[in-house]
């Protein structure tokens, strides 16, 4: 088993910024992806920002030129640097890897972008 634990949500302005840092721990073999999705209110989860162990990146059209996504593969996390951040970005932030044909997932952290 993997767990994930996210940090760093919060509460911001519109066009502030916000980092996002997950850390993964237990039975870590070889973890492939790690990323980001996001639920926002009354809507499905999507893809935010992932990151290959390779370091390859897929960011989400909706976010692309305001999110970087960073990765650590010695210590296990991955990052997520937010500019610029709008009112609809205002979500919770699952933090996501996969190991094989395992997928787990974070708790969440609600970030919240409001004036």
């Known amino acids: 088993q993997v767990q994930l634990v996210e940090s760093g949500g919060g509460l911001v302005q519109p066009g502030g910024s916000l980092r996002l840092s997950c850390a993964a721990s237990g039975s870590i073999f070889s973890i492939n992806t790690m990323g980001w999705y996001r639920q926002c209110p009354g809507k499905e989860r999507e893809l935010v920002a992932v990151?290959?162990?390779?370091?390859?990146?897929n960011i989400g059209d909706s976010v692309k030129g305001r999110f970087t996504i960073s990765r650590n593969n010695l210590k296990n996390t991955v990052g997520l640097q937010m500019n610029n951040l709008k009112l609809e970005d205002t979500a919770v932030y699952y933090c996501y890897a996969d190991e094989g044909a395992m997928n787990y997932w974070g708790k969440g952290t609600l970030v919240t972008v409001s004036s």
């Open positions: 990151i290959t162990r390779g370091g390859r990146p």
